[in-house]
């Protein structure tokens, strides 16, 4: 049975995100997303006006007079979450851990999703995929796949993304829009990004912490890898220490989004320190751009 608390925190997410999902970024995501495919509609009669690249010349040769092949927008897509459970997600300083940021916005990207009728489904993985849920249409669905992420308690603690894209390309023969959300402290994925970029619709989006990229003067620090639980003592008052840190995390920010280039990946990024609405609808606006 699943715990009361649960239930509470799965309708707290639905009412903040429906909020804004039906405010903001509703339009937002049909504009993105828009002209996905196209689907074969009818034969008809050829028009004055029509594009003759449409001309259909197997039926005009047929009928002995020109016809054409009418295609309309292919709108109905299936939207898969991807979505690194890694004990590194346990962390955050600021109001929220990674990991709870990360709910919240595939809350929002689903309910997008079936607000103009499109397929959701779910992939959680760590060092190996732990949990999916095959897509379908519905609030109830969408309901179903925020509990699994609110109540998943994973198995490894470890994280393998190009064991997730894997899986994903195996069980989603289709082309889809992948949302691979994850920190991405993870190494060995590039050959995977660009097999998933060719076969899917691929955004990765990447949560961060503040205190991933600055440390604080704080004195003597033990750290533990909440992955491997290896430790190490630290003195956080070494300025040394600190900007070797922050140069360290910017080298390892800029080595993602180059790959993430390489592999023609979009990219959006999201920190728990900040609204990750307005990334959203940056990364919406600009994919309108591009297709418009």
């Excluded at 039926?59 to 939207?79: C, D, F, N, S």
């Excluded at 851990?97 to 760590?126: P, W």
């Excluded at 840190?245 to 320190?273: K, N, P, Y």
Aim: charged letters at 30%.
């Amino acid at each position: 049975m699943i715990p009361k608390e649960i239930l509470q925190k799965v309708r707290r997410i639905e009412i903040k995100t429906q909020s804004i999902v039906n405010a903001i970024l509703s339009g937002e995501y049909k504009s993105a997303f828009r002209g996905q495919g196209m689907e074969f509609s009818e034969v008809r009669n050829y028009t004055e006006g029509d594009d003759i690249r449409s001309i259909d010349w197997n039926v005009t040769a047929r009928m002995g007079e020109p016809y054409i092949k009418k295609h309309v927008e292919e709108r109905e897509l299936t939207v898969m979450l991807v979505v690194d459970a890694s004990a590194s997600g346990d962390f955050g300083s600021v109001a929220k851990m990674k990991a709870e940021v990360a709910v919240e916005l595939c809350a929002v990207l689903a309910f997008s999703a079936i607000k103009n009728n499109d397929r959701v489904g779910l992939i959680v993985f760590t060092s190996e995929v732990e949990k999916y849920i095959p897509p379908k249409k519905g609030k109830n669905h969408v309901l179903r796949v925020i509990r699994e992420l609110l109540y998943f308690k994973p198995g490894k603690r470890g994280t393998d993304i190009a064991a997730a894209i894997g899986f994903l390309n195996r069980v989603q023969r289709k082309r889809s829009v992948a949302f691979l959300v994850s920190d991405f402290i993870a190494s060995d994925y590039e050959s995977a990004l660009r097999t998933v970029a060719r076969h899917h619709d691929c955004i990765a989006v990447s949560v961060a912490d503040p205190r991933e990229r600055q440390f604080p003067g704080v004195g003597l620090v033990e750290l533990e890898d909440p992955e491997t639980g290896e430790t190490l003592l630290v003195d956080a008052d070494s300025r040394e220490f600190r900007e070797g840190f922050a140069r360290e995390a910017a080298q390892r920010r800029d080595a993602l989004i180059a790959r993430l280039r390489g592999a023609r990946v979009d990219h959006i990024e999201i920190s728990t320190e900040a609204d990750y609405v307005e990334p959203v609808i940056r990364f919406f606006k600009r994919r309108e751009r591009m297709i418009s």
